[in-house]
């Protein structure tokens, strides 16, 4: 029974493995680096709001 299980999870991980290898051909291949920079971009802007209000504890009034 345990085998089974074992062997189910390690084609689940496999999955994940070919899906990272068609991200990098799409990348590679089909030139989206706009779409990379573009969501670069948001993600380092949201990144940088949530740090900067955690760090000043500016949701503290949204409470009151």
Request: glycine fraction near 4%.
């Amino acid at each position: 029974l345990e085998d089974s299980e074992s062997l189910i999870k390690s084609f689940g991980l496999l999955r994940y493995f070919i899906l990272s290898l068609a991200i990098g051909y799409c990348i590679k291949n089909l030139k989206f680096e706009k779409i990379l920079k573009f969501w670069f971009i948001i993600f380092s802007v949201v990144s940088f709001d949530i740090l900067f209000e955690k760090h000043y504890q500016l949701g503290r009034y949204l409470d009151s």
